[in-house]
């Protein structure tokens, strides 16, 4: 069983930055998604086991860095130039069953919240 749990969200004001952990237990490809109220939950970033490869949402290209360091089962995602539109409940996922964007992952964190004030 995997363990995912998020941390590093808050309150930031539009144009600020955040940067999201998420503690696990595999070394899995892994993702970022988010979740704003009344809307479905939605794909921002993923990055492969090793790293190599990235993947982003277009809203979010250019502002949010994904990344991970495997010595100490963590991945990160870095959120600059921050809009109202971001905010959300933002979850880490692991191990996708399906295309990296698909929400078909293993396991999920218990999400962290994220609230970009204008």
């Known amino acids: 069983q995997v363990q995912l749990v998020e941390s590093g969200g808050g309150l930031v004001q539009a144009g600020g930055s955040l940067r999201l952990s998420c503690a696990t237990s595999?070394?899995?490809?892994m993702g970022w998604f988010r979740q704003a109220t009344g809307k479905k939950r939605e794909f921002v970033a993923a990055i492969s086991w090793a790293g190599y490869n990235t993947w982003y949402e277009d809203s979010v290209k250019g502002r949010f860095t994904i990344s991970r360091d495997n010595a100490k089962n963590t991945v990160y995602l870095q959120m600059n130039s921050l809009k109202p539109e971001d905010t959300a409940v933002y979850y880490c996922?692991?191990?996708?069953?399906?295309?990296?964007?698909?929400?078909?992952?293993?396991?999920w964190g218990q999400g962290t919240q994220v609230t970009v004030s204008s």
């Open positions: 996922a692991a191990n996708p069953a399906g295309p990296v964007a698909s929400d078909r992952y293993d396991y």
């Open positions: 595999g070394r899995l490809a």
